[in-house]
C-alpha cells in the first residue's frame, strides 16, 4: 500500500518544498507510491505526534524540521503539555543542513549586519524580526543572536515561511532570517537584500554574501546555526525498514532531478546514516535548549 510521508507544516512551506522531490524519488527507489500529507498545527507538533504514535511498520514517515529536537524538552522547560517524546522517534536520514539567511528589505538602510546589530543596540525594542513560527529555526537563530549580542528586537512570529517573507517584504517587519528555500526569489527579484548568512563559512549558492562572523561583531564570532530537514519514524520500527529506507534516500538524494530542484530552492543534499543524523539531533538539543530556557520562547 502507499507510504505516507507527513509534513507538519502547511504546504508551500520548505519542509513541503524539500519533501515532494525527494518523495517522489523515494516512490522510484521503493516501488511504491509515497503520498506527501500535510498536518500542519502547534509548530510542527500535530504532525509530528502523529507519527510518534503512528504503527511502526515503515508506512508512515515524518519529514522534519529540526526544531523536532527541542519541542519535547523546550515544553518541559515552560511546563507546556507535552505531546510527544524526542524518543518516540527513530532518525532514518538528513535531506539537507544548511546556514539561515539574514535578510531586510531592499530599500532599508542597512547595508551590512553590524549596521542592524547597532540599530538594535542604539534603540532596544524599535525594531522588529519575522520568523516562519514559534520555537522554529528562524526564531531561535534571532534569539541566539540577540543572547551573544546583548540586543533586542521583537519577535513577530507567522504561521509558516511565505506569510513570514512577505511581511518582510511589505515592511511590516525589520527582517527576517530563513532558509535559502523562502528567501532567494525575493532576492533575486530585488526585494529583499542579503546581509549575512549564519554558517561558518560563506554559502555555495551566495557567495558573496559574508558570514555573522565575518561581519566583525566581536561577541558573534564563531556564531553558527544550521537549519536541516530529514526523515524519522516510530521508534520501534524494525531495524531492517531503516536501513531499507535509509539506503532509498540516500539514492534518492543522488538523483540529478531531485539535486536540481534542492539546489534550484537554494538547498543542498545531505544524507548519511541513521546514527550520524541521531547524533546531529542530540547536538542541536544542547546547543538550542539553553537559548530556550533565556528566552522563554513558545512552541506552536
Not at 548519511?272 to 538539543?285: C, H, I, W, Y
Request: glycine content about 10%; aromatic content about 6%.
Amino acid at each position: 500500500r502507499p507510504i505516507t510521508m507527513i509534513v507538519p507544516f502547511p504546504p508551500g512551506g520548505v519542509a513541503d518544498t524539500v519533501g515532494r522531490p525527494v518523495a517522489e524519488a523515494l516512490s522510484r527507489q521503493l516501488g511504491q507510491t509515497v503520498v506527501v500529507e500535510n498536518r500542519a498545527g502547534a509548530g510542527g507538533g500535530v504532525g509530528m505526534a502523529y507519527v510518534a504514535k503512528a504503527k511502526p511498520d515503515g508506512y508512515t514517515i515524518l519529514m522534519s524540521l529540526s526544531s523536532i529536537s527541542i519541542i519535547p524538552e523546550a515544553d518541559k522547560i515552560l511546563g507546556k503539555e507535552i505531546s510527544f517524546q524526542t524518543s518516540q522517534f527513530k532518525p532514518i536520514a538528513r535531506f539537507t543542513a544548511d546556514p539561515t539567511v539574514l535578510v531586510v528589505r531592499a530599500d532599508s538602510p542597512w547595508k551590512t549586519y553590524p549596521e542592524f546589530v547597532a540599530a538594535m543596540k542604539k534603540d532596544p525594542g524599535k525594531y522588529n524580526f519575522a520568523s516562519v513560527g514559534n520555537g522554529s529555526s528562524s526564531h531561535l537563530c534571532m534569539e541566539y543572536i540577540k543572547a551573544l549580542s546583548g540586543t533586542f528586537a521583537v519577535h513577530i512570529p507567522f504561521n509558516g515561511g511565505p506569510p513570514a517573507v512577505l511581511a518582510t517584504v511589505g515592511g511590516e517587519t525589520h527582517m527576517i532570517a530563513a532558509v535559502p528555500t523562502l528567501l532567494t526569489p525575493q532576492i533575486k527579484a530585488g526585494r529583499l537584500k542579503a546581509i549575512a548568512v549564519t554558517g561558518l563559512q560563506r554559502y555555495g549558492l551566495t557567495p558573496e554574501v559574508p558570514t555573522v562572523t565575518e561581519s566583525g561583531v566581536p561577541s558573534l564570532k564563531g556564531f553558527e546555526a544550521i537549519a536541516w530537514n530529514g526523515v524519522l519514524v516510530a521508534a520501534a520500527t524494525p531495524r531492517p525498514l531503516v536501513e531499507r529506507i535509509n539506503a532509498a534516500i540516500n539514492l534518492a538524494l543522488q538523483d540529478e532531478s531531485v539535486r536540481q530542484r534542492l539546489q534550484a530552492a537554494g538547498l543542498e543534499p545531505a544524507g548519511g546514516t541513521p546514527e550520524k543524523f541521531a547524533q546531529l539531533m542530540r547536538d542541536e538539543s544542547a546547543k538550542w535548549l539553553p537559548i530556550i530556557r533565556r528566552s522563554g520562547a513558545t512552541l506552536g
